[in-house]
């Protein structure tokens, strides 16, 4: 089982919210982690959106708009992204990522399609 | 504005090596920690090493263990990854990003990425 598992594509409207979930494999506490989730698009490199470990300790990346958001659900054992107000140009990969036993562990990618 | 510039990739046999370079502006290089980070084509994101700020602590997926080197020399703020018995599935783009205080903290920044392709 992989360590972060994301789905790999959700689709959304403009103008509504996308939840992208980011769960840990079980036996991995997401309460512990700092999530950092990453933008790429296509012939692009990754972009840095946010940190997230909790309401206390979380960081928005530099010109990212305060639409993109992280939280935790504990019950999941997930980190999510959440996007409001979705506009075409989000249309992308998302990555999360986390420091664990000492090496950075990525996610698979979710493919956000809006249309 | 901090920048990062990759450079030395290219078209190798499998089974030689090649170094990867990574030149750093716009920032204190010699307190950050760095990653390189790849990505097959088609493929997601796979982290191959971090190095900390001051050189002593590095770190590797399994899957380069024993065949990359990451190494600093921060008097040049540049960062390297030495490759060698190169193999085919080590084919991707590589990115170099800054990381932050400590190895552990992730990437807020990345190059543009230099393409290594391994084939014979």
């Known amino acids: 089982q992989a360590v972060l598992t994301q789905p790999a594509s959700l689709s959304a409207s403009p103008g509504a919210s996308a939840s992208l979930t980011c769960t840990l494999r079980s036996g991995i506490n997401v309460g512990t982690y700092r999530i950092y989730w990453y933008q790429q698009k296509p012939g692009s490199p990754p972009q840095y959106l946010l940190k997230y470990r909790s309401d206390s300790d979380k960081q928005q990346g530099s010109g990212v708009p305060s639409r993109f958001s992280g939280s935790k659900d504990a019950s999941a054992n997930a980190g999510i992204l959440l996007i409001s107000g979705l506009q075409s140009e989000d249309e992308a990969d998302y990555y999360c990522m986390i420091w664990h036993s000492s090496a950075v562990v990525f996610g698979g990618g979710t493919k956000l399609t809006v249309l | 504005q901090v920048q990062l510039v990759e450079s030395g990739g290219g078209v190798v046999q499998p089974g030689t090596s090649l170094r990867l370079s990574c030149v750093a502006s716009?920032?204190?290089?010699?307190?950050?920690?760095i990653h390189w980070v790849r990505q097959a084509p088609g493929r997601g994101l796979e982290w191959v090493a971090a190095?900390?700020?001051?050189?002593?602590?590095?770190y590797y997926a399994d899957s380069v263990k024993g065949r990359f080197t990451i190494s600093r020399d921060n008097s040049k703020s540049t960062l390297y990854l030495q490759m060698n018995s190169l193999r085919a599935e080590d084919s991707a783009v590589y990115y170099c990003?800054?990381?932050?205080?400590?190895?552990?903290?992730?990437?807020?920044?990345w190059g543009q990425g230099t393409l290594v392709t391994v084939s014979s």
């Open positions: 190095i900390s700020s001051d050189g002593n602590n590095k």
């Open positions: 990003g800054r990381g932050g205080t400590y190895s552990s903290d992730g990437a807020d920044c």
């Open positions: 716009g920032f204190t290089f010699n307190t950050y920690a």
